[in-house]
């Protein structure tokens, strides 16, 4: 069965730095492109920054130049480098990872890691 476990959220204040880590376990399938969400009080589920197995990315605009993502192939697992941190990030944070060949290919969640930013 395939497990995504995120950790690396907590309480920050204001300019500072956080990394969140997912890993992902249980398939020997091809694991293509990761990515994390974020989905704040009250919001839709958004699009954070997506990393593909060659490691092409793209990320939101409210977080270009803070947030960096990244990946180890060999060891399945993703991560988010947020700095300077603003009130406006806090959320519950969510990896995704896209598994499988063409038209076998699912995504798969973790259950979410809460990120709180005070002023």
């Known amino acids: 069965q395939v497990q995504l476990v995120e950790s690396g959220g907590g309480l920050v204040q204001a300019g500072g730095s956080l990394r969140l880590s997912c890993a992902a376990s249980g398939t020997s399938f091809s694991i293509n492109t990761m990515g994390w969400y974020r989905q704040a009080p009250g919001k839709q589920r958004e699009l954070v920054a997506a990393i593909t197995t060659s490691r092409s990315t793209n990320y939101a605009d409210s977080v270009k130049g803070r947030f960096t993502i990244s990946r180890d192939n060999a060891k399945n697992t993703v991560y988010l480098q947020m700095n300077s941190l603003k009130p406006e990030d806090t959320a519950v944070y969510y990896c995704?990872?896209?598994?499988?060949?063409?038209?076998?290919?699912?995504?798969?969640w973790g259950q979410g890691t809460q990120v709180t930013v005070s002023l």
């Open positions: 995704k990872a896209a598994i499988g060949f063409q038209q076998w290919e699912y995504d798969y």
